[in-house]
């Protein structure tokens, strides 16, 4: 999928920024979704982006295919949700893995990170989501293989 304009993006960032700072319950939600999962310790982006390119850090889009076909950050590899039982083998046992979805409010990671520390993998979750990471400055990499 594609959003039509960036203007629709930004509406919805209002939006969701209007609510967090009038309701006190988007805390104890996004507390909720997050228990027991443990965000990635402070880092900056630029620094986690040098730990995945020299290979110390796996980053792992667990959206739909499409999703990550459409965008996704740099360095990272697409393994659904759905997907990620099958493909668990295939990750290193080695380093971090960061897992990313849609956003602070997308459960997809949380339910990655849980099923991989199960596993006996370290794994964290990433709040951010392509939208908060194009809205940093960062570079995303876009459906026709161009960082934008």
Same mark, same amino acid.
């Given at each position: =999928?594609?959003?039509?304009?960036?203007? +629709?993006?930004? !509406? =919805?960032?209002? *939006?969701?920024?209007?609510?967090?700072?009038?309701?006190?319950? +988007?805390?104890?939600?996004?507390?909720?979704?997050?228990?027991?999962?443990?965000?990635?310790?402070? *880092?900056?982006?630029?620094? !986690?982006?040098?730990?995945?390119?020299?290979?110390?850090?796996?980053?792992?889009?667990?959206?739909?295919?499409?999703?990550?076909?459409?965008?996704?950050?740099?360095?990272?590899?697409?393994?659904?949700?759905?997907?990620?039982?099958?493909?668990?083998?295939?990750?290193?046992?080695?380093?971090?893995? +960061?897992?990313?979805?849609?956003?602070? =409010?997308? +459960?997809?990671?949380?339910?990655?990170?849980? *099923?991989?520390?199960?596993?006996?993998?370290?794994?964290?979750?990433?709040?951010?989501?392509?939208?908060?990471?194009?809205?940093?400055? *960062?570079?995303?990499?876009?459906?026709?293989?161009?960082?934008?």
């Amino acid at each position: =999928y594609r959003i039509a304009e960036d203007g +629709v993006c930004e !509406l =919805y960032r209002n *939006m969701r920024s209007l609510a967090e700072s009038r309701l006190a319950e +988007v805390d104890r939600i996004l507390a909720d979704l997050n228990r027991n999962i443990d965000e990635l310790e402070p *880092m900056d982006r630029s620094k !986690l982006m040098k730990l995945a390119k020299s290979g110390k850090v796996t980053i792992l889009d667990v959206r739909p295919e499409d999703e990550f076909a459409a965008e996704h950050l740099p360095h990272a590899i697409s393994v659904p949700l759905s997907s990620l039982k099958s493909l668990m083998s295939k990750l290193p046992r080695d380093q971090q893995i +960061v897992a990313y979805c849609r956003g602070p =409010y997308c +459960v997809l990671a949380t339910e990655a990170v849980e *099923m991989l520390r199960k596993k006996g993998f370290q794994a964290a979750r990433l709040s951010d989501g392509i939208r908060e990471w194009r809205d940093a400055g *960062m570079l995303v990499v876009s459906k026709d293989r161009r960082a934008s």
